[in-house]
């Protein structure tokens, strides 16, 4: 068996209180949500937006996730679903699909920060930071709990892990694609490209375009490194996550779009008025 660069070794598992056990990986996922909340207030202050107004966004943002994951789930296990459909009431079978969470989270969430005193547009440019540093460090946070393994690799950067567990992926052992590290280390880096060109003038409207051009290119990524899962394909060389994925970059991508042409055209002069109709009869001159 090829042997992996990186070998993980250690309990992912941490007692802080009595016979409670926490994974690592939750306490560093708590973590990333609660320094996302925190860029997200700091942002509202800067924009002049109520910074307490993110905490009924956040909770809003609550039961979009839930449903769009859990149609998402079902999409990716039609044929386990499709035999009990109340089993997606339960929470103790299966999980939740993160793009569709994502949908789903930004619908619930949106029509939160519209009933608040503020363009949506504005909270949408609040949210591009936040959303894309939770989704990027969260993917991080897999590797702790082992999480999130692509396809067995010989690759000089597999991963493994031969700690005594349990780790959340089958056959962890097995030196594989760190499939989860790629997409986070992926997501952060568009979060510091969009950094980068915030700072460089772009996106100067505030109409929410840059948020969704943060998640079309993230949807994007995800399709990329969704090769490398140990999901199986359905179409298109795609796997169902693959393929929910790039439904959603094109999706933000027409929004994005929609929203640049549109105020460009509102903004364009209108074409000069040429009177083509015949003068009366009666006030025809003639030069003979």
């Known amino acids: 068996m090829p042997i992996a660069v990186l070998v993980f070794i250690f309990d992912p598992f941490v007692q ?6 926490v994974r690592w990986g939750t306490i560093a996922l708590a973590i990333v949500f609660a320094m996302a909340l925190v860029t997200a207030g700091i942002f509202a202050r800067r924009e002049h937006l109520r910074a307490d107004d993110i905490a009924f966004i956040a909770v809003g943002i609550v039961p979009g996730a839930i449903v769009g994951g859990r ?22 079978v299966g999980g939740l699909e993160l793009g569709l969470a994502v ?14 005193d503020a363009p949506t ?25 082992g999480a999130g393994q692509g396809q067995p690799s010989t690759a000089d950067w ?19 694609v760190p499939s ?9 880096g568009i979060l510091v490209v969009l950094t980068v060109a915030l700072m460089l ?29 140990r999901d199986p394909i359905v179409i298109g060389g795609l796997n169902a996550g693959g393929l929910i994925a ?20 509102a903004r364009r002069p209108p074409p000069p008025q040429v009177d083509v109709s015949w003068p009366d009869p009666g006030t025809r001159t003639s030069r003979w």
């Open 103 to 116: 949908v789903g989270g930004t619908i619930s969430g949106s029509y939160v920060a519209s009933l608040l």
């Open 158 to 176: 597999a991963t493994a892990y031969a700690g005594p567990g349990p780790w959340a992926s089958l056959g962890p052992a097995i030196p594989s």
């Open 201 to 229: 003038g772009a996106f100067r409207r505030r109409d929410g375009r840059v948020f969704f051009a943060g998640l079309a290119a993230w949807a994007l990524a995800r399709v990329i490194v969704s090769l490398t899962w």
């Open 246 to 265: 790039l439904g959603i970059s094109v999706a933000c991508s027409v929004i994005v779009v929609a929203q640049t042409v549109g105020p460009m055209r």
């Open 180 to 188: 989860q590290a790629f997409e986070g280390i992926a997501t952060l």
């Open 16 to 21: 802080p209180f009595g016979d409670l056990l």
């Open 71 to 92: 149609i998402g789930f079902a999409l990716m296990h039609w044929s386990v679903v499709s035999e009990d459909f109340l089993s997606l009431l339960d929470p103790s």
């Open 121 to 145: 547009g504005r909270w949408f440019h609040l949210a591009t930071t936040p959303v894309l540093f939770a989704l990027g460090a969260g993917k991080l946070t897999m590797v702790l709990t």
